[in-house]
């Protein structure tokens, strides 16, 4: 927390000196419009200085550096302490202006010895200003503001401090250089500035991309090289203050000026030269952002040293140096070359884009207007045009940004589709990962993608197994996005695929090719991308599932249609046992020649016809249909007694049943469950018990009851009616069941109850389907 209080009160320090440095610049600068100078500036030692136009009359009649004013005017130029020889200068021609003379008599020392010059007044044109002054001021502004994104990016480490450095002491040459010549209010800062900006482009041509091997094993040089900077600052600063010249200090840091920029550009080509992959594709751009304005720089200072104009270069460096700040600081993010790890804010970088190109803007139309001899009011109704031209510019780069930077936006809409499509074609968990990686690697040039699925139950765990959880996750809804540096973390990016808060797979991706940074786009992407995934692995989860109970089923489906065939078959075993015990009592006393009675053949004949619509019912698959007609009970009660006569032996039915009450029902299935009933009847009954049937009227109709003196039902009462359920050491379970579906799907109910020492299995019939007599029955 400490550290990001000193990095903020830093960049706050920054930026106030640069406000005020900046804007003592702006208004010295501002007084020299259309002011009237003597065609040639001279530097505070009263020397000519290279600055200027070819136009200009000074450079006209042959004044050149190093030549030295002596004299204007009759006022003779002396040094004092804490005063500068120019003062005499500025002061005569000022006065010259004030009285209305036309021009000014000066004295030169010369390379040829000295000469008397009349230099004539004239205001300093609007181009000149702009190129010189106002054009300097929106570079350094560049410069700084190229400083302050290198601080707040990494503020500890090394190149961020070399560039931030060699940044800001360009911006302060920038800012003072101007003034250095005319109001003379900042030269000490200038001295500064030209004595720190060639040893700042020494370290950091050392230390760009990365630290060559002898900064590496002596970090000290780089201190070293910005305290001998230092040391020349303070000689140029002591003599001025004591009225000492400066032109042989100053002679110094040019010669360190032109070695430092020329080393510099020398120092990226043979970098270049020798890297390849990654490190060639980022030295290429860093040797195209800024070699060539550096080179052009070192060539104007070594012109000017010579006594050559340099203007022409002049023309080339100002837009190199405009362009320079600000594709440095491109190449910089781009290949994350300040180590920050951080991500590349979308919104942001348009903002920056957006005020550098309004700025590059202002410089060009402003030089054009000056060019074209507008005063200052005129230069500003410029800036509408101007505005409107670099609302242009704006959106041009705007759009050139998004494309080389946020190549992720672009990608958007296309991925997307693709990765809908390829999606809904794929129900494995294996296929969406494969999909997932082929459509990341397609957009994102990294060195891995790898989206590993979990299984269910890994998922519903809700956490991974084995794995080191990236440091400080950034909260995304219901996913974590993580970001780790390359020691804690194999991926430069982690992103966990949930689904209803459950973990259903990682998206893991490596280093950008050329270490470069993530941007915010990329994030927002790879989320949407995650959110499919998920949407798809919940979906392929699902689908298996579905598949897993739809084999369930169909398994559980052959089963119960097994089942049914054996219950089917079990029941009409249950059903052909009775006529057929029948039949073979009948057949063996027809052995013994005995005659058939009239009742038994009448049995045997209805036994038939049963047995035949049985068979006839097989063919289809439901439950044969109810044919109900009217029967009597007691006729009921008769044909399950014959049915079961070998069974009951001597015994015979308890029958309470009168002749008259009539009942509607099937009468083969009546008679089925009557026989079942009293089949378990005698079973529990033994042979010494006795069995029973007993009809009753009733309220809502009537009750069939059938009973027997056995010691009653044992077991689960309450699964007597189950198929398959029984207590009996031979028996099918089926008898019951038989019966109880049988007496349902007449629409009646049956319920077991032990009362008075008896087992009674009590069937409910309502009073539709009973009646007492045939009369009854026909009203």
């Given at each position: 927390?400490?550290?990001?209080?000193?990095?903020?009160?830093?960049?706050?320090?920054?930026?106030?000196?640069?406000?005020?440095?900046?804007?003592?610049?702006?208004?010295?600068?501002?007084?020299?419009?259309?002011?009237?100078?003597?065609?040639?500036?001279?530097?505070?030692?009263g020397v000519v200085s290279s600055l200027g136009l070819p136009s200009?009359?000074?450079?006209?009649?042959?004044?050149?550096?190093?030549?030295?004013?002596?004299?204007?005017?009759?006022?003779?130029?002396?040094?004092?302490?804490?005063?500068?020889?120019?003062?005499?200068?500025?002061?005569?021609?000022?006065?010259?202006?004030?009285?209305?003379?036309?021009?000014?008599?000066?004295?030169?020392?010369?390379?040829?010895?000295?000469?008397?010059?009349?230099?004539?007044l004239a205001p300093f044109d609007p181009l000149a200003w702009w190129?010189?002054?106002?054009?300097?001021?929106?570079?350094?502004?560049?410069?700084?503001?190229?400083?302050?994104?290198?601080?707040?990016?990494?503020?500890?480490?090394?190149?961020?401090?070399?560039?931030?450095?060699?940044?800001?002491?360009?911006?302060?040459?920038?800012?003072?250089?101007?003034?250095?010549?005319?109001?003379?209010?900042?030269?000490?800062?200038?001295?500064?500035?030209?004595?720190?900006?060639?040893?700042?482009?020494?370290?950091?041509?050392?230390?760009?991309?990365?630290?060559?091997?002898?900064?590496?094993?002596?970090?000290?040089?780089?201190?070293?090289?910005?305290?001998?900077?230092?040391?020349?600052?303070?000689?140029?600063?002591?003599?001025?203050?004591?009225?000492?010249?400066?032109?042989?200090?100053?002679?110094?840091?040019?010669?360190?000026?032109?070695?430092?920029?020329?080393?510099?550009?020398?120092?990226?080509?043979?970098?270049?030269?020798?890297?390849?992959?990654?490190?060639?594709?980022?030295?290429?751009?860093?040797?195209?952002?800024?070699?060539?304005?550096?080179?052009?720089?070192?060539?104007?200072?070594?012109?000017?040293?010579?006594?050559?104009?340099?203007?022409?270069?002049?023309?080339?460096?100002?837009?190199?140096?405009?362009?320079?700040?600000?594709?440095?600081?491109?190449?910089?993010?781009?290949?994350?070359?300040?180590?920050?790890?951080?991500?590349?804010?979308?919104?942001?970088?348009?903002?920056?884009?957006?005020?550098?190109?309004?700025?590059?803007?202002?410089?060009?139309?402003?030089?054009?207007?000056?060019?074209?001899?507008?005063?200052?009011?005129?230069?500003?109704?410029?800036?509408?045009?101007?505005?409107?031209?670099?609302?242009?510019?704006?959106?041009?780069?705007?759009?050139?940004?998004?494309?080389?930077?946020?190549?992720?936006?672009?990608?958007?809409?296309?991925?997307?589709?693709?990765?809908?499509?390829?999606?809904?074609?794929?129900?494995?968990?294996?296929?969406?990962?494969?999909?997932?990686?082929?459509?990341?690697?397609?957009?994102?040039?990294?060195?891995?993608?790898?989206?590993?699925?979990?299984?269910?139950?890994?998922?519903?765990?809700?956490?991974?197994?084995?794995?080191?959880?990236?440091?400080?996750?950034?909260?995304?809804?219901?996913?974590?996005?993580?970001?780790?540096?390359?020691?804690?973390?194999?991926?430069?990016?982690?992103?966990?695929?949930?689904?209803?808060?459950?973990?259903?797979?990682?998206?893991?991706?490596?280093?950008?090719?050329?270490?470069?940074?993530?941007?915010?786009?990329?994030?927002?992407?790879?989320?949407?991308?995650?959110?499919?995934?998920?949407?798809?692995?919940?979906?392929?989860?699902?689908?298996?599932?579905?598949?897993?109970?739809?084999?369930?089923?169909?398994?559980?489906?052959?089963?119960?249609?097994?089942?049914?065939?054996?219950?089917?078959?079990?029941?009409?075993?249950?059903?052909?046992?009775?006529?057929?015990?029948?039949?073979?009592?009948?057949?063996?006393?027809?052995?013994?020649?005995?005659?058939?009675?009239?009742?038994?053949?009448?049995?045997?004949?209805?036994?038939?016809?049963?047995?035949?619509?049985?068979?006839?019912?097989?063919?289809?698959?439901?439950?044969?249909?109810?044919?109900?007609?009217?029967?009597?009970?007691?006729?009921?009660?008769?044909?399950?007694?014959?049915?079961?006569?070998?069974?009951?032996?001597?015994?015979?039915?308890?029958?309470?049943?009168?002749?008259?009450?009539?009942?509607?029902?099937?009468?083969?299935?009546?008679?089925?469950?009557?026989?079942?009933?009293?089949?378990?009847?005698?079973?529990?009954?033994?042979?010494?018990?006795?069995?029973?049937?007993?009809?009753?009227?009733?309220?809502?109709?009537?009750?069939?009851?059938?009973?027997?003196?056995?010691?009653?039902?044992?077991?689960?009462?309450?699964?007597?009616?189950?198929?398959?359920?029984?207590?009996?050491?031979?028996?099918?379970?089926?008898?019951?069941?038989?019966?109880?579906?049988?007496?349902?799907?007449?629409?009646?109910?049956?319920?077991?109850?032990?009362?008075?020492?008896?087992?009674?299995?009590?069937?409910?019939?309502?009073?539709?389907?009973?009646?007492?007599?045939?009369?009854?029955?026909?009203?």
């Amino acid at each position: 927390m400490r550290a990001i209080e000193n990095r903020r009160w830093l960049l706050a320090a920054i930026v106030l000196a640069a406000l005020v440095l900046g804007g003592l610049g702006i208004r010295n600068a501002l007084r020299w419009y259309e002011r009237p100078f003597p065609g040639v500036l001279v530097d505070p030692d009263g020397v000519v200085s290279s600055l200027g136009l070819p136009s200009w009359e000074g450079f006209q009649k042959g004044l050149r550096f190093p030549d030295r004013i002596v004299e204007v005017n009759g006022w003779r130029l002396e040094s004092t302490e804490g005063r500068y020889r120019a003062s005499v200068w500025d002061a005569a021609v000022e006065q010259a202006a004030r009285e209305g003379q036309r021009s000014v008599r000066a004295r030169v020392e010369t390379a040829g010895g000295l000469r008397d010059v009349e230099l004539s007044l004239a205001p300093f044109d609007p181009l000149a200003w702009w190129f010189y002054a106002g054009g300097l001021m929106v570079l350094a502004s560049l410069y700084v503001g190229a400083a302050l994104i290198a601080l707040s990016a990494s503020p500890h480490g090394k190149l961020a401090r070399a560039f931030a450095s060699a940044a800001l002491f360009t911006a302060l040459f920038q800012f003072t250089i101007f003034d250095y010549h005319g109001a003379r209010d900042l030269v000490p800062f200038f001295h500064v500035a030209y004595a720190l900006v060639p040893m700042s482009f020494f370290t950091l041509a050392l230390r760009l991309p990365d630290d060559v091997p002898l900064v590496a094993r002596y970090p000290a040089l780089g201190w070293i090289a910005q305290a001998l900077g230092g040391l020349l600052a303070a000689g140029l600063l002591a003599s001025h203050a004591v009225g000492w010249t400066t032109v042989g200090l100053r002679g110094v840091c040019a010669t360190l000026m032109v070695a430092s920029f020329f080393f510099f550009s020398t120092a990226l080509i043979a970098r270049f030269a020798v890297a390849e992959g990654d490190r060639r594709r980022t030295l290429r751009v860093l040797l195209l952002a800024m070699a060539p304005p550096h080179v052009v720089i070192a060539l104007g200072f070594m012109l000017a040293m010579l006594g050559v104009s340099a203007s022409l270069l002049a023309w080339f460096a100002i837009p190199a140096l405009a362009l320079t700040p600000v594709s440095s600081v491109v190449a910089f993010i781009r290949y994350d070359l300040w180590g920050s790890r951080a991500l590349l804010s979308r919104p942001l970088t348009r903002v920056i884009i957006a005020g550098m190109m309004v700025a590059l803007t202002v410089i060009v139309c402003s030089a054009c207007a000056g060019y074209a001899g507008l005063p200052l009011l005129g230069a500003l109704k410029v800036a509408v045009p101007a505005a409107v031209v670099s609302a242009v510019l704006v959106v041009f780069a705007l759009g050139a940004g998004d494309r080389k930077l946020f190549p992720a936006r672009a990608e958007y809409k296309p991925t997307v589709e693709q990765l809908s499509e390829e999606l809904t074609l794929v129900t494995d968990p294996e296929e969406v990962a494969d999909a997932v990686e082929r459509i990341v690697a397609r957009w994102l040039p990294c060195e891995r993608v790898t989206f590993r699925p979990f299984a269910v139950d890994a998922a519903d765990a809700g956490h991974l197994e084995n794995e080191a959880r990236p440091p400080a996750p950034e909260q995304s809804g219901e996913r974590i996005i993580g970001l780790g540096p390359p020691e804690v973390s194999a991926s430069e990016l982690s992103l966990t695929v949930m689904f209803r808060g459950r973990l259903l797979g990682v998206l893991e991706v490596g280093r950008k090719r050329g270490g470069a940074l993530f941007t915010s786009e990329d994030l927002d992407l790879l989320r949407t991308i995650g959110n499919q995934a998920a949407l798809a692995l919940a979906h392929a989860h699902s689908y298996a599932e579905l598949e897993r109970r739809r084999r369930e089923q169909a398994a559980a489906w052959r089963d119960e249609r097994a089942a049914l065939i054996e219950t089917l078959a079990a029941e009409i075993t249950h059903e052909v046992r009775y006529p057929i015990n029948f039949f073979r009592s009948v057949f063996q006393r027809g052995s013994s020649d005995q005659r058939l009675d009239a009742e038994e053949v009448e049995i045997g004949c209805e036994e038939v016809e049963r047995l035949e619509r049985l068979v006839m019912g097989l063919r289809r698959v439901t439950h044969r249909k109810l044919e109900r007609r009217r029967l009597s009970v007691e006729e009921l009660v008769s044909r399950a007694e014959m049915l079961l006569r070998d069974q009951l032996g001597k015994r015979r039915v308890e029958a309470r049943v009168s002749a008259t009450p009539r009942l509607r029902c099937d009468p083969d299935q009546a008679t089925q469950v009557l026989v079942n009933l009293l089949s378990n009847g005698l079973d529990a009954a033994g042979e010494v018990g006795t069995i029973g049937v007993t009809w009753t009227t009733t309220e809502g109709g009537a009750e069939l009851v059938v009973w027997d003196t056995g010691p009653g039902i044992s077991g689960d009462a309450a699964r007597i009616f189950a198929p398959w359920y029984t207590t009996k050491p031979g028996g099918t379970g089926l008898g019951l069941a038989i019966t109880h579906r049988i007496v349902r799907a007449h629409g009646w109910t049956i319920d077991a109850e032990r009362r008075d020492g008896r087992t009674r299995f009590v069937i409910a019939i309502p009073a539709a389907d009973v009646s007492q007599s045939a009369e009854e029955e026909v009203a």
